[in-house]
């Protein structure tokens, strides 16, 4: 984790679960229905002229059809069409790239694994009946000499679930000036060691026009990675909005992707009424190295983030820190926060093993003291099997309605449908039903 980002870490402590001025979540709005979704991985990958290309790709879908949301669910099919266009199309470019780039690095003699991808992610902000969110993430990989993907870059799409037309800034927020000082002062207290704090201005709101242009320009089509370079975006959640701005933007690429969440509480007034309300429960899926800060239900502040590291995965919440043991690359991590004021960390993860390996969920209560791990072994978000190549998630968006799997290979043969869960009293899932 670089400095920057464990600055913050211990920054966002500072606020984390500290009193507010009201007794309980006065953004939260009972009428608000969280929405169930699932989220399908696609990865297709070729052996070419001595190269491993890969091209992958996540797609959103609702759960189940339901007409009252048919706008939010045609939306989401034609993000699926686009992708699957995209990269059949880019398949033709993408060798001859990959061919190109892996002689230049031979000629310049930098060392190479003979690798090459192009990644994309969906984590889910928010997920109902007022709007969906979720956070694209873009990986590259180039052929270095390490076999990890590359973070590149990050992009918000934010759709009114009723219209199922995407959002711009102005249907959201009142002012687009006022809003970008807060977010400007926000980033400010969040990195006071970045180097753009000598910056008297950061010019917040172009960017995040630049970041919109791209998409109206479009038409909310898919966009390459490199077309995210250098600009803002955002997506709107449960107690707010946070703001993303892509390398080069506010630093260099080593820097990595700056963020900073405003929340509704904080400056009600930039918010459409619409839009700030939200459902008295909810989830957020964590990018890994970008950390949440949000409201729980009784109204006091957390904050969670996942940094990978050598040894796994290191988690951050207020003064609390945990150097997790290793996992599978990239579990399925949420912030859950039930309406009775609870918070937890919901980490889907592959527990290693020599024979057969399988999915446990990890779950910490970060309100309690100490905070524990607790495992839930061969309960699972993974909705397909665990050694498929294209896996399909149930999205964790209502703490008191979530779908798990079992993934034992005699309960995967014999049931493979998803059972209903709520978070528990105990903060473990809790069977519906039983």
């Known amino acids: 984790m670089s400095g920057a980002r464990l600055f ?44 491993s290309l890969s091209l992958g790709r996540a797609t959103l879908t609702m759960r189940e059809r339901d007409p009252q949301f048919s706008q ?27 061919v190109e780039m892996q002689q230049a690095r031979l000629n310049d003699g930098l060392p190479t694994d003979k690798k090459f991808s192009r990644l994309r992610d969906v984590f889910v902000r928010r997920a109902d009946n007022v709007a969906v969110s979720f956070l694209e993430r873009d990986r590259i990989h180039s052929g270095g000499d390490s076999p990890a993907g590359d973070l590149h870059s990050v992009y918000g799409r934010n759709i009114d679930t009723a219209t199922g037309q995407y959002l711009t800034m102005d ?24 180097p753009f704090i000598g910056n008297k201005d950061l010019n917040v709101a172009e960017l995040l026009r630049a970041g919109e242009r791209e998409l109206t320009a479009r038409g909310g089509g898919i966009m390459a990675a490199e077309v995210h370079e250098g600009v803002g975006t955002w997506t709107l959640e449960s107690r707010g909005a946070t703001f993303y701005f892509n390398p080069p933007s506010l630093g260099a690429g080593r820097d990595g992707i700056y963020a900073a969440t405003i929340l509704f509480d904080e400056y009600p007034r930039l918010f459409r009424e619409k839009y700030r309300r939200a459902a008295p429960g909810y989830c957020i ?23 990978e590291n050598d040894a796994g995965f290191y988690i951050a919440s207020g003064s609390w820190n945990y150097q997790d043991v290793p996992t599978a690359k990239e579990p399925r991590a949420l912030l859950v926060c039930p309406a009775d004021g609870g918070a937890y960390l919901y980490m889907d993860a592959v527990k290693p093993d020599q024979q057969f390996p399988w999915h446990e969920l990890r779950i910490f209560d970060l309100k309690a003291t100490p905070r524990d791990k607790k495992t839930d072994i061969h309960h699972t978000l993974l909705a397909s099997e665990i050694t498929a190549i294209n896996k399909t998630w149930n999205i964790m968006s209502d703490p008191n309605r979530f779908f798990l799997n079992d993934d034992r290979p005699e309960v995967v043969g014999s049931n493979p449908l998803a059972n209903p869960y709520r978070v528990g009293s105990d903060g473990m899932p809790a069977r519906i039903g039983e």
């Open 72 to 98: 939010l669910a045609a939306r989401l099919l034609n993000y699926l069409t686009e992708g699957e266009m995209a990269d059949r199309y880019y398949w033709t470019t993408f060798k001859k790239q990959a």
């Open 171 to 194: 249907e959201v927020f009142t002012g687009i000036e006022e809003l970008a000082g807060a977010i400007e002062a926000q980033l400010r207290r969040d990195y006071p060691d970045a």
């Open 285 to 307: 899926e964590i990018v890994p190295g970008i950390p949440v800060r949000s409201v729980a239900g009784d109204g006091s502040g957390v904050t969670l983030g996942i940094y």
């Open 8 to 51: 913050l870490a211990l920054l966002l402590s500072l606020w984390v679960f500290m009193p507010m001025s009201y007794a309980n979540d006065k953004m939260a709005e009972p009428t608000v229905k969280p929405l169930q979704m699932v989220s399908s991985v696609s990865v297709s990958t070729v052996d070419h002229e001595g190269l």
